[in-house]
T-cell receptor, first 114, second 113 residues
Framework: GDSVTQMEGPVTLSEEAFLTINCTYT??????LFWYVQYPGEGLQLLLK?????DKGSNKGFEATYRKETTSFHLEKGSVQVSDSAVYFC?????????????FGIGTKLQVIP | NAGVTQTPKFQVLKTGQSMTLQCAQD?????MSWYRQDPGMGLRLIHY???????DQGEVPNGYNVSRSTTEDFPLRLLSAAPSQTSVYFC????????????FGDGTRLSIL
């Protein structure tokens, strides 16, 4: 079946540091890929997405590129802020027809210290 | 613009009690889902629905029931609460098509004593 692998963390960075959160996946079809962010006490919200190979999703300074050859969708940001502290979830939706179940990674907790 | 609304936000139950978690969306989405979030386990799918009158089981359906009488509402029922059901529950909705993102409610934090 489909799966998404990401480290649980926590990842602790100083403000203005470079962020990478790795995400790799396995899927039987041609999935769409997503990054969601969860702030404390809230539900998940979409951060960015990519729907086909080599697409780059971007939002709020975050970027991720759909790499079919390495089955990866790593999240990057050039300079993190304290307000970026949250849990980040990588997810895929297998677009093979019918109801496409969404598979989530375990979530990576990011702590940014001033 | 309400999106997905979950009630209640917090609930404490005793073992054996039953209750219903409410979920409503105002985006006319066909697909709705219930997840539970536990430390170290990410999000696990409990039940989902692809439209009014149609529901199916996810990964961890035991102890939970759902129904979908309208497009807007998708309640989750705990039949006889157990401590193992202590968790944070999220309802989500999305449009059809694999590239549509999920829209989540703010969650219900449930403790079973």
């Amino acid at each position: 079946g489909d799966s998404v692998t990401q480290m649980e963390g926590p990842v602790t960075l100083s403000e203005e540091a470079f962020l990478t959160i790795n995400c790799t996946y396995t899927a039987t079809g041609y999935p769409s890929l997503f990054w969601y962010v969860q702030y404390p006490g809230e539900g998940l919200q979409l951060l960015l997405k990519a729907t086909k190979a080599d697409d780059k999703g971007s939002n709020k300074g975050f970027e991720a590129t759909y790499r079919k050859e390495t089955t990866s969708f790593h999240l990057e940001k050039g300079s993190v802020q304290v307000s970026d502290s949250a849990v980040y979830f990588c997810a895929l939706s297998d677009g093979s027809g019918g109801y496409q179940k969404v598979t989530f990674g375990i979530g990576t907790k990011l702590q940014v210290i001033p | 613009n309400a999106g997905v609304t979950q009630t209640p936000k917090f609930q404490v139950l005793k073992t054996g009690q039953s209750m219903t978690l409410q979920c409503a969306q105002d985006m006319n989405h066909e697909y709705m889902s219930w997840y539970r979030q536990d430390p170290g386990m990410g999000l696990r799918l409990i039940h989902y629905s692809v439209g009014a009158g149609i529901t199916d089981q996810g990964e961890v359906p035991n102890g939970y029931n759902v129904s979908r009488s309208t497009t807007e509402d998708f309640p989750l029922r705990l039949l006889s609460a157990a401590p193992s059901q202590t968790s944070v529950y999220f309802c989500a909705s999305r449009g059809t098509g694999g590239n549509q993102p999920q829209h989540f409610g703010d969650g219900t934090r449930l403790s079973i004593l």
